[in-house]
């Protein structure tokens, strides 16, 4: 292959588009409109089943926060005011009110690696970061 074609093969595929010959045919405007719709329409389904399968896992998650606060509710003598305050303290504990937890990435001090501020322990060493001040809001 000369190098004329060789710049028009790589041209051709650089552009989505495709190479028939020497000549540098190249698809229709109207077929790779066609072709960029269908591109277009598989990403759009794509992108709704993953939000489908993300409601399920909001559904499951739900439930088992409900589950767990209706059991602390009848066995301990918490409250419904109390957890509201559990939530929004650890809401504002990025200083943000704006109903999401972030979480912080802390250094262990022992082995130096990346471990997030929400876990006691580091999940390489085992070092106890309480003792550190690394722990998360709620410990």
């Given at each position: 292959?000369?190098?004329?074609?060789?710049?028009?093969?790589?041209?051709?595929?650089?552009?989505?588009?495709?190479?028939?010959?020497?000549?540098?045919?190249?698809?229709?405007?109207?077929?790779?409109?066609?072709?960029?719709?269908?591109?277009?329409?598989?990403?759009?389904?794509?992108?709704?089943?993953?939000?489908?399968?993300?409601?399920?896992?909001?559904?499951?998650?739900?439930?088992?926060?409900?589950?767990?606060?209706?059991?602390?509710?009848?066995?301990?003598?918490?409250?419904?005011?109390?957890?509201?305050?559990?939530?929004?303290?650890?809401?504002?504990?990025?200083?943000?009110?704006?109903?999401?937890?972030?979480?912080?990435?802390?250094?262990?001090?022992?082995?130096?690696r990346k471990v997030s501020s929400r876990h006691p322990y580091c999940l390489y060493c085992?070092?106890?970061?309480?003792?550190?001040?690394?722990?998360?809001?709620?410990?």
């Open positions: 292959m000369d190098p004329v074609d060789k710049f028009f093969l790589w041209d051709a595929i650089g552009a989505g588009a495709e190479y028939l010959s020497k000549d540098a045919i190249f698809r229709q405007p109207s077929q790779l409109a066609q072709h960029q719709r269908l591109e277009a329409k598989q990403k759009a389904r794509n992108a709704m089943s993953e939000v489908v399968l993300l409601r399920a896992q909001v559904e499951r998650l739900s439930l088992a926060t409900a589950a767990l606060w209706t059991l602390l509710r009848e066995r301990t003598d918490f409250t419904d005011d109390e957890l509201v305050d559990r939530v929004r303290e650890l809401d504002l504990a990025d200083g943000k009110r704006d109903g999401r937890m972030a979480h912080t990435v802390k250094e262990c001090p022992q082995c130096s085992e070092h106890d970061l309480r003792t550190h001040g690394l722990e998360g809001p709620d410990a």
